[in-house]
């Protein structure tokens, strides 16, 4: 079992940055790739960024070149930097893990998930 935990949601002006963070519990996180979705209401949850267990990253489109995935395995935390935030990046931010060696992108890869963080960007 693993418990994760999201951290550093906020209310931002456009332009502004936040940095998000998950910390995990139970079994070794550096076992498990880590990824970042996100839900704005009334949307299907989509995905934002991933980092593998042996720190390759990708990204979606979307967020490319403003949003930062990182992991710290002695702190058992994943995090992610974004900077220049837009209006469309609002919703709820959910980690996740999975037991593959690489990110996915796809929800149903992703065994655990935490509660999410509310990100609202205001323009």
């Known amino acids: 079992q693993v418990q994760l935990v999201e951290s550093g949601g906020g209310l931002v002006q456009a332009g502004g940055s936040l940095r998000l963070s998950c910390a995990a519990s139970?079994?070794?996180?550096?076992?498990?790739?880590m990824g970042w979705f996100r839900q704005a209401p009334g949307k299907e949850r989509e995905y934002v960024a991933s980092i593998g267990r042996f720190a390759v990253t990708d990204y979606a489109d979307s967020v490319k070149g403003r949003f930062t995935i990182s992991r710290d395995d002695a702190k058992s935390t994943v995090y992610l930097q974004m900077h220049s935030l837009k209006p469309e990046d609002t919703g709820v931010y959910y980690c996740a893990s999975t037991p593959y060696n690489r990110g996915e992108t796809l929800p149903g890869r992703y065994r655990y998930w935490g509660q999410g963080t509310q990100v609202t960007v205001s323009s």
């Open positions: 139970g079994r070794t996180f550096s076992s498990f790739a």
